[in-house]
């Protein structure tokens, strides 16, 4: 469990209604306008682009870094190279007092934060420093840190930063926006006559012609690169580009990635030294360009890490996360937020400080999908999760839990059947728990949590089927909801795939396909797990293996081969095994286009799903791991409307994450509890009476939220839907 000191941090967020509301705000006008910025452009080849063109630059880093300072100091500039933050930070120290810098103005940059630079010369000089771009600014008269990478003063309201500006005017300013960027320009103009010295990162550092680049939208990087008379640029190393026809790519992805925007405002390039003003007349300046390692080539060297690299540092990951929307950049980040943030936090700081913050990813993938560079940030986070696990051991429930319980089938199995038989004690009614006690309160304060079945299915499946013209066989592996929480769903599975013709086998030696303990970082448990289902789903010999669970199905088709890799017998077993996996919705859909209903329908044989003989109308929720881990969205949508009959009302967001995240809401139902709020709310909103998903953990989250609620909306997977089409 995360310190308490992190707990309250996240409960002061959440608490935070002008931070919310700000976050709220700015997402959902993000989503549409990336997508208007993106209109017309191969989005996929873009990314692949922009992927390629990073990690061959991470690749050759150091020479890249050496043909750089050798083109830049061709044209003037000096060049060095800092392997640490502080020996970057020593030579900005040393360059002040030998040049007696007196003013440093500064645009925006994550590497100078990354370092702590205005606090270390803070410390060890009296020279004022002044962040000049406007949201810098704002932060560092509030005394904070940037809440975002491209925003950094997003967290804050217009009627704060005029609360801010009026302590420093010392005048009683208003909300009005145009008035205060005004007096933000009047109040920093004098800053930029008088400095000594500019501070500046930069978006792109060009090997090739020894360019930087900088993209932004106010004037005041271009004021700070040109009218001091020395300007000093802290480049992290993974800013390089081999050509300067590799800076297109970037121009394409990072300001439609950031903010929705074509083309910033401004593209400034600047090679080698520029003329500038002096009392004599006019002379050249100083340009110091620092290129930074500070952990960028050990993440380079790293198989699995090295990816991150490719971050062009628009902040899109933060612009979708339903997690940064509830707590912001300060509560879920270190220097750098989100999830991307705690992967460069551990490499460029400290593993320590990304230890509570990793926590906080839930797992939904919707910043993978949106990344230019084509990061797998989950499986990074996951990554770096078991690190941290590693070290620092787990929680005592869990562990016993993990351990002792979940990979012992008969222990497990047993307790779920006691549960069943004494979950009454503590008010089971109609299928919920709808009030757990004393410290246990608040797993049931936003949603009622679903009653074990008295029956599972292990024990239903056991029943005669019938299946006409038999085609085959296939296995069903239920997963722990399905098989002691949502048997019904099991029973529609089985219907439906007889009356496909196909038997169902449900062999009784499976167990847990090992989520909790993956999405826990506890590796060695999640492939004890791997390794009983390897041996059981492929006793029977079947020409599919089915699950209607998206994160069991992406489990048995992907994590058992990468948990069993280079075991000759067991790699080969989850190859074949990830061969014959199918998702339910997915598998009916590929027999219904095969074919196999519209000829049932014609000769009224059996493996039809008929249409109801009145519409219903339902709306659709994507799972988050059936849409981005499996990539499956169509497909239900059609079975829905086109074989059982329905009309599909798509609500607004539906791929936006319930907030279950497995444990995730056990750990996190502070957080978890708000983002089901805006679930709840797009559901309710279409006005249908039921909605529809493919995934047991969804319904435990939205049917718990709902009947917390008292609403008439009912909950279905696709499958008990397809199954109500066929009558009894």
Not at 572 to 594: G, I, P, R, Y
Not at 598 to 622: E, F, L, N, W
Not at 624 to 630: D, F, G, N, S
Request: net charge neutral; hydrophobic share 40%.
């Amino acid at each position: 469990m995360a310190k308490d000191s992190f707990k309250q941090g996240i409960e002061k967020a959440l608490q935070n209604k002008n931070l919310t509301g700000a976050l709220d705000r700015f997402q959902e006008a993000y989503v549409e306008s990336r997508k208007k910025a993106f209109a017309g452009v191969d989005l996929e080849a873009l990314r692949e682009q922009v992927k390629c063109t990073k990690a061959m630059a991470a690749e050759n880093m150091e020479e890249l870094a050496a043909q750089f300072k050798e083109q830049a100091e061709k044209r003037g500039a000096k060049v060095y190279v800092a392997r640490t933050g502080q020996e970057a930070k020593d030579y900005i120290l040393n360059l002040v007092r030998e040049k007696e810098v007196k003013t440093i103005v500064k645009s925006k940059s994550m590497a100078t934060e990354e370092i702590h630079l205005n606090e270390y010369l803070r410390d060890n000089t009296d020279v004022t420093v002044k962040e000049t771009d406007l949201g810098e600014w704002i932060i560092q008269l509030a005394g904070q840190k940037p809440s975002h990478m491209v925003m950094p003063a997003i967290h804050l309201t217009k009627e704060e930063v005029a609360d801010i500006f009026s302590k420093e005017v010392d005048e009683r300013l208003t909300s009005d926006i145009p008035r205060l960027v005004k007096v933000a320009r009047n109040e920093l103009r004098k800053y930029f006559i008088q400095a000594e010295m500019g501070i500046s990162g930069a978006n792109i550092a060009v090997a090739e012609t020894g360019t930087l680049v900088l993209l932004t939208n106010e004037g005041n990087a271009r004021l700070v690169t040109t009218l001091p008379k020395i300007h000093v640029a802290l480049v992290g190393m993974e800013k390089l580009a081999a050509k300067f026809s590799d800076i297109n790519h970037v121009l394409q992805a990072l300001p439609r990635s950031a903010t929705g925007q074509q083309l910033t405002s401004y593209v400034t390039m600047i090679t080698g030294v520029t003329p500038v003003a002096t009392e004599e007349g006019y002379g050249e300046k100083e340009l110091h360009i620092i290129l930074m390692d500070n952990g960028r080539t050990a993440m380079r060297d790293d198989p699995v890490f090295k990816q991150a690299l490719q971050c062009v540092r628009c902040a899109a990951c933060l612009n979708v996360c339903p997690v940064y929307r509830m707590v912001g950049g300060h509560v879920f980040g270190h220097v750098y937020a989100g999830g991307i943030g705690t992967i460069l936090t551990a490499f460029f700081n400290e593993m320590k400080e990304s230890a509570d913050i990793q926590g906080l990813c839930i797992q939904c993938g919707q910043c993978k999908e949106v990344c230019p560079g084509k990061i797998d940030i989950p499986r990074l986070i996951l990554e770096l999760r078991k690190q941290i696990t590693k070290e620092k051991g787990q929680p005592f429930a869990q562990k016993i839990i993990l351990e002792s319980v979940l990979t012992d089938r008969k222990r497990f199995h047993s307790l779920l059947r006691l549960v069943s038989k004494t979950q009454g004690l503590v008010g089971a009614k109609d299928g919920f728990i709808r009030h757990l006690p004393l410290f246990f309160s608040n797993l049931t304060e936003n949603r009622s949590l679903p009653a074990v079945a008295e029956v599972p299915f292990r024990d239903i499946i056991k029943k005669p089927q019938q299946v006409e013209n038999k085609k085959g066989t296939v296995v069903f592996y239920a997963g722990c909801l399905i098989d002691f929480v949502y048997p019904e769903v099991g029973e529609a599975v089985v219907k439906v795939m007889n009356q496909q013709g196909y038997e169902v086998a449900f062999p009784e030696e499976q167990t847990c396909c090992g989520a909790p303990a993956k999405y826990s970082g506890v590796e060695e448990v999640a492939k004890k797990l791997a390794r009983q289902n390897l041996d059981a789903l492929l006793s029977v010999d079947a020409d599919y293996v089915i699950s209607a669970c998206p994160t069991c199905t992406g489990a048995l088709i992907h994590d058992f081969g990468e948990q069993w890799a280079g075991d000759s017998e067991y790699e080969e077993k989850a190859k074949k095994l990830a061969n014959k996996t199918k998702d339910f919705a997915w598998l009916v859909h590929q027999l219904n286009q095969q074919g196999n209903l519209d000829d049932s329908k014609k000769t009224g044989a059996v493996g039809v799903v008929p249409r109801k003989a009145s519409p219903c109308q339902i709306t659709y929720h994507d799972s988050c791991h059936l849409k981005r881990v499996l990539g499956i969205f169509k497909e239900p949508r059609e079975l829905l409307n086109g074989v059982a009959g329905c009309d599909v009302v798509e609500m607004h967001a539906s791929d936006v994450c319930c907030g279950m995240g497995g444990s995730y809401s056990i750990k996190f139902p502070e957080i978890s509890k708000p983002i089901l709020e805006l679930k709840l709310k797009n559901i309710e909103a279409t006005g249908a009476p039921v909605v529809a998903m493919d995934c047991p953990g969804c319904m435990l989250q939205i049917g718990g939220g709902l009947d917390k609620k008292g609403s008439w909306i009912k909950v279905k997977h696709t499958a008990q839907i397809l199954a109500e089409g066929l009558g009894k």
